[in-house]
């Protein structure tokens, strides 16, 4: 799909019906939108729709419009005016086909010179930074940013090339699969409507009226030193179609390219016969890729085209995946759900080389990257020996700038009318919101190190606030979506996700009382039936079998201590297995639980592991009082004679079905769940915020020494993880946060 953003327009709309201006933004500047559009069309669309992705509006209108405001705001908060800016906003239907289609078009409404304190003479700024910079409104009878939205998505013969027709996602999280995230839109269109944009005519090269605008100041062709504003109309006609050489000569812009902007490699460290960058293809889901990026061994998934469950090799490992016989997203899911710490796709096809993977899965939380068929091969030939790779962003060269880092602008030849030079050129990683086409992986940050649209702001002359937030587990909407797949490994229903968001949300603006709620709402997933009977049951079952491991730490002194023997990869995969389908209080979900319960003891005592250390041989009783010293519980006569008692007065313990029942029994005993409950609630401190063991990277010295710290701080509070700043210390800990943004 090949979804052209917008077209622009500059200038005058018609005039039509009385609008009706909705619920402003409090930020750093005021943006309204007002509904332009007529009675049950467009905005007043009747249609009854679901509540979607924190988006609560009933009708189709109404959610529309609350993602126009969503999306409205981001902006109020990025930029500072004391001049409400309106948006004068309709639905229609606009250009689309089964290939491509104009999602949306928007411009400045109205242009100034001259202005009470404009910084140059003679050069046109859009209407809302004008406001903005002479601090009135000069012309209060007009909006400042005219905007249309292509009400044809969702129907047949738009963008429907794979099959369905593609549709705008209305929810404000981002979570928009395949569909297109209509905030992303919205705030692109906002960004030309605020600036972002040429009033020159790129095809002529002649300036409106005779003026240059504040954005030509910093139109800079790299081969002939001049920018748009020093240009004859002939050389202006030839700069907007000089792919490559156009560049934003503006300071701000440029010194954030060097945060925001690199290329994507797949890096092998070693051996050194094969060491170096591969070219690859990048995907629209996954994490972002960062710097210095994630390093480990590379392995082969089993099966090789990861299309069902992969085997554990791969945890904590880089997953080769062969491309083909399912989706990407299945691929990686399925190597994530193994521990995968990232996965790279070797090509099954020579040509293309690569491709971008396309899908969309919001759960999952590793990097992938593409490799040709060739270059899968090479890695293949020396994975006997170890080979060690590296996913990551390499901002030393920075995709989409030129040799100086100034970024580069969409200059094609022909100029295509309303997108050349108004946008960004479309070879910038990791993908940009002013680049021409909608992407996928597009995030709701304008600012750097994720977005270069507010440092472009700032160059023209916008006064942009200081350090808007950028990081998305700070939205109380996001942050208990994460809490449900990191505790419960599934997506939040609406009723719960509505009921923690507003625990949170209740509180208003005082940030003591947020922060105390999302302690609250995150542990309250541990402390969840549905977490207890799942999660926590596996980690019991682990020590009921095989007891504790011992670990390494060096708090108060180096000493050994017993730690879970569960390792993080099999407790991601045992608890999908218990959990699967069971949602508390939704359907039978107690005999559900319950089946998953009983099939999952039934072969986790199948496991060779368990099958080594437990002979058929043994007596019941013999079996039992095994499971229970693992188990480091001294068990009621009741307890051990309801466990035997599986057995049915067998003289061995061959039957699998009751060892199976027998081992819950003891997993399930009160005693052993009350003994372990501090020790695993620490461990999910690591397992669900930090997704990796105690032991594992970046934890200093790769001991349980930050284990042994929170599990005495913990006991001697006596389990009330609040006044331990447990919860707290790991939710607002560098390591979590970066999980999902700066
Ligand atoms: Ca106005
Ligand atoms: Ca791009
Ligand atoms: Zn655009």
């Known amino acids: 799909m090949n979804a052209l953003l917008s077209r622009l327009s500059v200038g005058l709309f018609a005039l039509t019906l009385l609008a009706a201006v909705s619920q402003s933004a409090r930020g750093a500047a005021t943006i309204v939108i007002q509904n332009n559009d007529s009675a049950n069309t467009g905005f007043n669309d009747p249609t009854p729709v679901a509540p979607v992705g924190g988006n609560n509006g009933t009708t189709l209108g109404q959610q529309r419009l609350n993602a126009f405001q969503f999306a409205a705001n981001i902006w109020g908060a990025t930029l500072n005016s004391s001049v409400t800016i309106t948006i004068r906003a309709s639905w229609a239907p606009l250009t689309c086909s089964s290939t491509t289609g104009v999602l949306g078009q928007a411009g400045a409404n109205g242009i100034f010179r001259n202005f009470a304190n404009a910084p140059f003479p003679n050069v046109w700024y859009s209407a ?71 009033f020159s005519d790129p095809g002529s090269g002649t300036l409106n009226a005779g003026f240059p605008s504040i954005y030509d100041r910093f139109l800079l062709d790299n081969s002939t030193g001049k920018t748009w504003d020093q240009m004859t109309n002939a050389e202006r006609q030839a700069s907007a179609i000089s792919i490559n050489h156009l560049v934003w000569n503006g300071s701000q812009t440029r010194t954030d390219v060097g945060s925001t902007l690199g290329t994507a490699r797949f890096r092998v460290n070693s051996p050194g016969s094969i060491a170096g960058n591969y070219t690859v293809g990048t995907a629209d889901f996954g994490a972002r890729l960062s710097s210095p990026g994630v390093t480990s061994n590379v392995v082969q998934a089993s099966p090789a085209d990861g299309c069902s469950s992969v085997s554990g090799a791969v945890s904590g490992r880089v997953a080769l995946i062969d491309r083909g016989n399912c989706t990407f997203v299945a691929k990686v899911k399925n190597a994530q759900n193994a521990g995968a710490l990232g996965v790279v796709v070797a090509n099954n096809v020579s040509s293309p080389a690569v491709i971008q993977m396309g899908g969309g899965d919001a759960t999952i939380t590793i990097p992938v990257l593409m490799i040709s068929l060739a270059d899968g091969n090479t890695v293949k030939s020396q994975l006997g020996g170890g080979v060690s790779g590296t996913l990551l962003l390499d901002v030393s060269v920075p995709a989409g700038a030129d040799a100086q880092g100034r970024a580069l602008l969409f200059a094609p030849n022909p100029v295509q009318g309303g997108s ?99 302690v609250n709402v995150s542990a309250a997933f541990y402390l969840s039936i549905e977490f207890q009977e799942t999660g ?104 051990r004679n309801k466990a035997i008692g599986e057995f ?26 009350t003994n372990e409950f501090n020790k695993a609630f620490v461990l999910m401190q690591y397992f669900g915020y930090l997704r990796r063991n105690p032991n594992d990277a970046p934890e200093a010295g790769l001991n349980y020494s930050g284990y042994d710290f929170w599990l005495t701080k913990l006991n001697q509070f006596n389990g009330n993880f609040a006044n331990a700043d447990m919860v707290k210390a790991f939710i607002t800990s560098a390591e979590y946060r970066q999980r999902f943004g700066p």
């Open 128 to 198: 809302a930074e004008a406001n903005a910079l002479s601090g009135v409104d000069l012309n209060p009878s007009s909006p400042e940013i005219s905007a249309q939205f292509n009400s044809n998505l969702g129907n047949p013969g738009c963008l429907d090339s794979g099959g369905t027709p593609t549709h705008f996602y209305l929810g404000l999280d981002n979570v928009h699969g395949s569909d297109v995230d209509l905030v992303a839109i919205l705030m692109h269109e906002f960004a030309h409507g605020l600036g972002f944009q040429t």
């Open 420 to 518: 050349s030079v108004s946008h960004w050129d479309g070879t910038m990683f990791p993908n940009q919101l002013m680049e021409p086409a909608d992407s996928g992986d597009l995030t709701h940050s304008v600012t750097a190190p994720l977005d270069l649209t507010a440092s472009l702001m700032r160059d023209i002359g916008w006064s942009v606030a200081s350090a808007p937030p950028t990081n998305p587990i700070d939205t109380p909407d996001f942050f208990v979506k994460q809490q449900y797949l990191d505790f419960l490994n599934r997506t939040a229903d609406t009723a719960g996700l509505n009921f923690w968001v507003n625990e949170i949300t209740s509180c208003g603006t005082d940030q003591a009382c947020i922060d105390a709620k999302r």
């Open 536 to 639: 926590y049951l596996v980690e019991r079952m682990y020590k009921s079998a095989f007891g504790d491991a011992q670990g390494t730490s060096t708090f108060n002194g180096t000493h050994t201590l017993p730690v879970p023997v569960v390792r993080f990869s099999e407790f991601l995969a045992d608890t999908q297995t218990i959990g699967q389908g069971v949602q508390v209080g939704i359907g039978n979900w107690q005999a559900q639980l319950e089946a998953n319960k009983t099939s999952f003891a039934d072969a986790f005592v199948r496991r060779t592991t368990f099958t080594n250390l437990y002979a058929n041989t043994l007596t019941p009783a013999q079996f039992v009082d095994a499971l229970f010293a693992k188990a480091g519980v001294t068990p009621s006569t009741t307890d």
């Open 648 to 673: 049915a007065g067998a003289g061995n313990t061959a039957d699998f079905g009751a060892r199976g029942r027998a081992l819950r029994d003891v997993a399930e005993n009160s005693t052993l769940a």
